[in-house]
């Protein structure tokens, strides 16, 4: 990869996330499998990191209150991915930095996650905390419940 690849986080739209959402969450499975609901309403964003023009990373987020913060704003994060050749080059720091400006932006004072159990030290070292136990999600595989106030 080209270091000197400037990232770029671009808003995009829910049919632009389905092919890396299929490709690197959801591998094997039909296209259903990385359509969410959701995905179309208005208070939904989607974006996307680009190194020149391709598409390398996708995150999703939903107005969706934490189950264990009821009546507090917030939004899920959900559907992020990465392609493999651009992990750790800063990509997905810059589409949860992106989330987090989002979330400021719209006066939402929490964001959270069902990360994958591989994915703990990368929400980690962004200031995200786990909350509860790992848990399974059929077809998908062990998760943690992660979050982060929102500066």
Avoid at 6 to 13: G, W, Y
Avoid at 50 to 74: H, K, N
Avoid at 82 to 102: H, I, M, Y
Avoid at 109 to 124: G, P, Q
Wanted: with cysteine.
């Amino acid at each position: 990869m080209n270091q000197a690849s400037p990232v770029e986080v671009r808003t995009i739209t829910a049919a632009e996330t389905w092919p890396l959402r299929l490709a690197v969450l959801r591998p094997g499975h039909p296209l259903p499998a990385a359509q969410f609901p959701g995905d179309d309403l208005p208070s939904t964003r989607h974006f996307g990191a680009f190194r020149s023009s391709d598409l390398v990373g996708i995150v999703s987020l939903f107005l969706v209150e934490m189950p264990e913060q009821p009546g507090v704003g917030a939004l899920q994060l959900r559907g992020m991915a990465t392609v493999p050749e651009v992990r750790g080059a800063g990509f997905g720091r810059a589409l949860v930095a992106a989330s987090v400006v989002f979330a400021r932006q719209n006066g939402v004072k929490l964001i959270w996650c069902n990360a994958r159990t591989s994915a703990e030290e990368f929400y980690r070292k962004l200031g995200w905390e786990i909350l509860g136990e790992e848990f399974d999600i059929p077809d998908v595989g062990p998760h943690f419940r992660m979050w982060r106030w929102v500066p």
